[in-house]
């Protein structure tokens, strides 16, 4: 038995979700069983193909990527993608390569049920983009669930406003409802929310030093970020730049990195103004047990130096 922590990503690149699977790729502690993707900063066709690019081009060969959900549970995507954010195709910016290995044929809610129920050691699940491939998993095969060390999401927000609408955050207002199964599926969940990573930010400085390393993946990286800051720039008017999905990954890697507390946390699914919104019961007034850990604290330089670090790594199978 290896010693390595088994995690499956699924993502919807997306370029903080691009820098989540390079920093996973070059953790000593990770093994990669698959990429799973799903539709949601662009359509299911861009993020598949993204995925499987950057792991390409990051020299990532033999970690299988398989296409998910291409759309969300209840509704259509509606041109709901980030591409404000992240570009028509999901990953604005930087020439990388098309991709040079297939895409698996087996669908993704598919791999994730057999890798569960095959694996001799529980595995974690790390959703960087709408949870619509966790929450069918969970639907078709609910026994899936004693064999997950925990889900370590991206998504929501508690103190801080949303960045989709003023109450909701992206991957949880894509797809609330699948957001909703997830966190009543009784899981070990820990929910990583704009509450950290706007303040686990990027500055320019850090951008460069980056670059700066010189290694094809620390450039790419800086590039990517190039890109990712100026639409934040344009959009949200910050001079900074989140990398919301890597921290999912930081935390594996160093579980000093975020501070969580325990709590009651639901998902607003009907209403049009809260659709989305993720609130947590920090008073204890439904009496309800406690489902999920919510980060509430980050250490913004150690993530940074961590991918610094982590990105002029070779890839080691
Ligand atoms: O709100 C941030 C989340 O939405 C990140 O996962 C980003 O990739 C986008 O999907
Ligand atoms: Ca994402």
């Known amino acids: 038995m290896s010693n390595k922590k088994k995690i499956i990503i699924d993502c919807d690149p997306g370029h903080d979700d691009a820098i989540a699977l390079l920093l996973a790729s070059r953790a000593d502690n990770l093994k990669i069983l698959g990429v799973t993707t799903v539709a949601g900063n662009s359509e299911i066709e861009h993020t598949v193909r993204n995925a499987r690019r950057v792991l390409d081009y990051a020299e990532v060969f033999d970690v299988p990527v398989y296409k998910g959900c291409n759309h969300p549970m209840m509704h259509n995507l509606y041109r709901l993608t980030g591409a404000i954010i992240h570009g028509e195709d999901g990953l604005g910016g930087p020439d990388i390569p098309p991709p040079v290995t ?28 709408p949870l619509t491939n966790i929450a069918m998993a969970l639907i078709k095969a609910p026994d899936i669930k004693d064999n997950i060390e925990k889900i370590v999401i991206m998504g929501g927000a508690v103190y801080t406003p949303g960045n989709i609408t003023s109450a909701a955050e992206f991957n949880i207002y894509v797809d609330p409802e699948a957001a909703k199964i997830v966190f009543s599926s009784g899981c070990n969940i820990y929910l990583n929310t704009l509450d950290v990573s706007m303040k686990a930010v990027f500055y320019n400085e850090d951008i460069e030093n980056l670059r700066a390393q010189g290694d ?33 990954v930081g935390v594996l890697i160093d579980d000093s990195l975020i501070q969580y507390e325990r709590t009651y946390l639901d998902v607003s699914v009907n209403d049009p103004l809260t659709r989305g919104e993720t609130v947590a019961d920090l008073w204890g007034i439904t009496g309800k047990e406690t489902n999920c850990f919510i980060s509430v604290k980050v250490d913004r330089d150690k993530f940074v130096n961590m991918i610094f670090d982590h990105m002029k790594k070779p890839y080691k199978r």
């Open 216 to 248: 094809k993946v620390s450039v790419i990286v800086a590039e990517l970020l190039d890109f990712f800051a100026s639409t934040h720039l344009d959009h949200f008017g910050i001079k900074s730049c989140p990398v919301h999905d890597a921290l999912c």
């Open 102 to 129: 297939p895409i698996e044929k087996e669908h993704a809610v598919d791999f994730i049920i057999k890798t569960l129920r095959e694996s001799d050691e529980k595995i974690t699940l790390i959703p960087t983009g």
